[in-house]
C-alpha cells in the first residue's frame, strides 16, 4: 500500500516539477500513438466503409479477417515488423528499425483492423434504405457514403477510441521495433517495463498513473464531441 | 453545428501536427544514418543497472555518434550481432562469447569488466545452501533438497553462467518439478524467486539495485566460477557490408579507455556504498579472479 502512495507521489511530483525526461516520454508516446491512431483511421474508415457498401463474392471471409485482425497480438506484428525493417531484411535499406517511425508503422498496423472492424459493423448497422432514400434525393456516390459516415459518426468515434486506447497501452511491438532508447523511442509502456525490471517500482507506477492521466483526456475528449454530436 | 465541426477540424489539425512533428525527429538522424547511429546490443543488467545511463551520453558527445542500445540478453545479443543486426556488442557470456568468436562473427574482443553472480535465496534456506564452500556444492544442496529453484532460462549470460555450474555440479536439473524458468530479464526473475521463497542465481549489480524490495539473501558468493565478465565486441564487417564498423570500433575503444574504465569504477559507489563494477581493459582473461 505504501507502494502506491509513493507512486502516486511520485507521479505528481514528477508531473508538476516538468521533469524533461518524462514529458518528453509523455510526449512521444501522444506523438507516436496519435499519429498511428490517424493513418489507421484512413486506411481502416475507408476499406471498412468500402467493405461494407460493396457486395462481393467472399465478402463474409474478408469480413472474419478483418474481425480476427481487431485482436491482432501486438508481440507478432513487433515480431514481423522488425524481420521486414531488419538491416539484411527486405526494407532494411529504409533504415528505420529503431525509430520513432518504425513504432508508428506497427500501432498503425494494430490499430488498423479496430478500426476497420467498428466502422464495418457501424456502416452495416445502418438501415439499407437510408442508402436508397439519400441516392433518390439526387446525391452522388461519393455524397451518399459521406452522408453514411456522418449518420455513423457515434461509433466512428468509438473507433477512433478503441484504436488509440489498443496502441498507447501496448508495449509488445514497441519494445520490438522501437528498442526503448532513451530520448528517442521510450515510450510510457516500455519505460514502465524497464523501470519495473530496474525495481524503480514508484517510478513504474508514476509512469503507468501518468498513461492513465493521458488515455483519459484524450478520450475525455473524444467523448465530449461524441456525445455533443449525439442525433436528437 | 458549425462549432462542432470547427472542433473537430481542431482535434485533426492537433493530430496531424503531431504527425508531423515525430516524422520530423527522424531526418536528423537519418542524415547520413549509416555513418552516424551505432546499434549497441547488450544485456538488460549494463541498462539496469544505470552504467550506461551514464557513459552513453559521454560517447555521443565526445564522438558525434548516436548509440542506439538494445538491451536484451546476451544471448539475443550475439544473435543480433551474428545476424549483423547490431554494430558492436557488449556482453557476459563467456563460452558463447568464444563460440560467437571461433564461428567468425565477431572481431577484437577485448575485457571491460567484471563483477559476480551471487546465490540467493530465502531466509530460512531449507536447503542450508548457506554452510557451502563453492557455487557447486550449493547447487548440489539445492538439488538434493529439491528446494525450488528459479531459472532465467532466456539464453543470457546469467543462464549460461548457471547451466554452466549445474554441469560442473554434475546435476541435470532441466524437467525437474522443483526448477522452473521464468523467461523474464533479472530484476522480474528475482522477484519472482522473492515471492516464491525460491533459490536464483543472479549479477550482484541488479540484486543491489533490487535488495530493498526483495528479501532474498546472499547465500554464497566469491568463487571464481561465479565470476561475471564483460567483454566488448565488434561484429565482423566482412560478413555485412551495412555495419557502422568505425562507429563500432570508436565505442568498443572509448568502452576501454583509461577515462571510461575510472569511470565505471567509481560508478555505484555514491549509491550502494561499494562499485557495481571493476574495470579489466587490458588485462587477461585468465588472470581475473585470482586475488
Request: hydrophobic share 50%; aromatic share 8%.
Amino acid at each position: 500500500m505504501d507502494l502506491i502512495l509513493e507512486g502516486i507521489q511520485k507521479a505528481f511530483s514528477l508531473l508538476f516539477t516538468l521533469d524533461p525526461e518524462v514529458l518528453g516520454i509523455t510526449w512521444l508516446s501522444l506523438a507516436v500513438s496519435g499519429a498511428a491512431t490517424l493513418i489507421s483511421l484512413f486506411i481502416g474508415i475507408s476499406i471498412g466503409t468500402a467493405v461494407a457498401l460493396v457486395e462481393f463474392p467472399g465478402k463474409r471471409i474478408v469480413i472474419s479477417l478483418i474481425n480476427t485482425g481487431m485482436g491482432l497480438p501486438p508481440v507478432v506484428v513487433g515480431l514481423f515488423v522488425s524481420i521486414f525493417l531488419w538491416r539484411n531484411g527486405p526494407f532494411g535499406f529504409l533504415e528505420i528499425l529503431y525509430t520513432p517511425t518504425a513504432i508508428i508503422i506497427a500501432q498503425a498496423i494494430i490499430a488498423t483492423p479496430i478500426v476497420m472492424g467498428i466502422t464495418l459493423a457501424a456502416i452495416q448497422h445502418l438501415p439499407k434504405n437510408l442508402r436508397l432514400q439519400i441516392l433518390a434525393l439526387g446525391a452522388t456516390r461519393l455524397q451518399m457514403v459521406w452522408l453514411l459516415m456522418k449518420e455513423a459518426r457515434l461509433p466512428l468515434l468509438a473507433a477512433v477510441m478503441a484504436g488509440f486506447g489498443g496502441v498507447i497501452s501496448e508495449v509488445g511491438a514497441s519494445i520490438m521495433v522501437g528498442g526503448n532508447i532513451k530520448g528517442y523511442t521510450r515510450v510510457l509502456t516500455t519505460a514502465t517495463v524497464m523501470e519495473t525490471g530496474k525495481g524503480n517500482f514508484d517510478v513504474a507506477i508514476a509512469l503507468g498513473i501518468i498513461l492513465l492521466l493521458l488515455a483519459f483526456m484524450v478520450n475525455a475528449l473524444l467523448t465530449q464531441i461524441q456525445q455533443k454530436q449525439r442525433p436528437r | 453545428m458549425k462549432k462542432k465541426n470547427l472542433l473537430f477540424i481542431t482535434l485533426c489539425a492537433v493530430v496531424l501536427s503531431l504527425a508531423l512533428t515525430v516524422s520530423g525527429i527522424n531526418p536528423c538522424h537519418a542524415v547520413g544514418a549509416q555513418q552516424k547511429n551505432v546499434i549497441l546490443a547488450t544485456t538488460t543488467s549494463t541498462q539496469d543497472s544505470g552504467l550506461l545511463d551514464i557513459l552513453i551520453p559521454i560517447f555521443e558527445k565526445k564522438t558525434g555518434y548516436f548509440v542506439k542500445t538494445i538491451a536484451v540478453g546476451s544471448g539475443q545479443a550475439m544473435a543480433m550481432g551474428q545476424k549483423g543486426e547490431a554494430d558492436v556488442l557488449l556482453v557476459h557470456s563467456q563460452e558463447a562469447e568464444k563460440k560467437f568468436m571461433a564461428e567468425g562473427n565477431g572481431m577484437n574482443r577485448r575485457l571491460v569488466m567484471h563483477n559476480d553472480f551471487i546465490i540467493l535465496g530465502p531466509p530460512v534456506d531449507p536447503a542450508t545452501a548457506k554452510m557451502s564452500k563453492s557455487s557447486m556444492e550449493a547447487f548440489k544442496k539445492i538439488a538434493l533438497s529439491r528446494s525450488l529453484f528459479m531459472s532465467r532460462g532466456d539464453n543470457s549470460g546469467t543462464h549460461a553462467k548457471e547451466k554452466s555450474i549445474w554441469k560442473a555440479a554434475g546435476i541435470n536439473p532441466e524437467g525437474q518439478k522443483w526448477y522452473q524458468q521464468t523467461g523474464l530479464g533479472m530484476g522480474q526473475t528475482l522477484s519472482v524467486a522473492a515471492e516464491k521463497k525460491a533459490y536464483t542465481l543472479a549479477d550482484r549489480g541488479t540484486y543491489l539495485a533490487l535488495k530493498k524490495t526483495l528479501g532474498l539473501d546472499i547465500l554464497n558468493e566469491g568463487d571464481t566460477l561465479l565470476l561475471n565478465v564483460y567483454s566488448v565486441i565488434q561484429v565482423n564487417p566482412a560478413k555485412f557490408p551495412k555495419l557502422n564498423t568505425a562507429g563500432a570500433k570508436a565505442f568498443a575503444d572509448f568502452m576501454v579507455a583509461k577515462d571510461t574504465q575510472k569511470l565505471i569504477g567509481k560508478f555505484g559507489i555514491e549509491k550502494f556504498g561499494s562499485p557495481l563494477f571493476f574495470p579489466d581493459a587490458g588485462k587477461k582473461e585468465e588472470a581475473l579472479g585470482k586475488k
